[in-house]
Antibody, heavy 121, light 108 residues
Framework: QVQLVQSGGEVKKPGASVNLSCKAFGYSFTNYGISWVRQAPGQGLEWMGWVSTYSGNTKYAQNIQGRVTMATDTSTTTASMELRSLRSDDTAVYYC??????????????WGRGTLVTVSS | SYELTQPPSVSVSPGQTARITCSADALPKQYAYWYQQKPGQAPVMVIYKDSERSSGIPERFSGSSSGTTVTLTISGVQAEDEADYYCQSADSSGTYVVFGGGTKLTVL
């Protein structure tokens, strides 16, 4: 079955780091990138960045660059995201999504169920 | 930074037509995509490349584009269509992805 399976919820203290994973099933992993999108409680969707599963190249949103690292492991068809120096406003549900590139266009046709990260002292 | 502008809310009665707009300067150069998100669930893409309906999405969902505005239209709205809807596109270079702020569709 084509799906993205994300790791479980996390509770972290301010200043800590969190590492989330996203395992792909049922499709050719390197044919698509993986993006990470987060959603703070009661808020909208925020794109965080993208990683190429083929080359490992990344592109991060400007407001989070410097605190985030995205990577993939083709041997396990798993993408990962590390977010450092956590703050309370990083509390959100974090989604991984299959990232499709069509010319200059980018979109997401498959989503994981999301991982809740809570940052609290 | 590049932004997509959506109305925060739209309300319609069952059977009526709901129209949700999304505006931005780069939309004439970039395709727009629409996602439906129900409470506690991940988003689902309903429209891609401005007007193509995703697989399994009912025919009552359609998309259109005119200049700097794209529109998601839901004809004959049903109670199950009550959800948040997000448009998504990229900046003119295709480097950065952006989402609109979301529109809450309420079925009265």
């Amino acid at each position: 079955q084509v799906q993205l399976v994300q790791s479980g919820g996390e509770v972290k203290k301010p200043g800590a780091s969190v590492n989330l994973s996203c395992k792909a099933f049922g499709y050719s992993f390197t044919n698509y990138g993986i993006s990470w999108v987060r959603q703070a409680p009661g808020q909208g969707l925020e794109w965080m960045g993208w990683v190429s599963t083929y080359s490992g190249n990344t592109k991060y949103a400007q407001n989070i660059q410097g605190r985030v690292t995205m990577a993939t492991d083709t041997s396990t068809t798993t993408a990962s995201m590390e977010l450092r120096s956590l703050r309370s406003d990083d509390t959100a549900v974090y989604y991984c999504a299959r990232h499709v590139t069509y010319g200059d266009s980018r979109y997401f046709d498959l989503w994981g169920r999301g991982t809740l990260v809570t940052v609290s002292s | 930074s590049y932004e997509l502008t959506q109305p925060p809310s739209v309300s319609v009665s069952p059977g009526q037509t709901a129209r949700i707009t999304c505006s931005a300067d780069a939309l004439p150069k970039q395709y727009a995509y629409w996602y439906q998100q129900k409470p506690g669930q991940a988003p689902v893409m309903v429209i891609y490349k401005d007007s193509e309906r995703s697989s399994g999405i009912p025919e009552r969902f359609s998309g259109s584009s005119s200049g700097t505005t794209v529109t998601l239209t839901i004809s004959g709205v049903q109670a199950e269509d009550e959800a948040d809807y997000y448009c998504q596109s990229a900046d003119s270079s295709g480097t950065y992805v952006v989402f609109g702020g979301g529109t809450k569709l309420t079925v009265l």
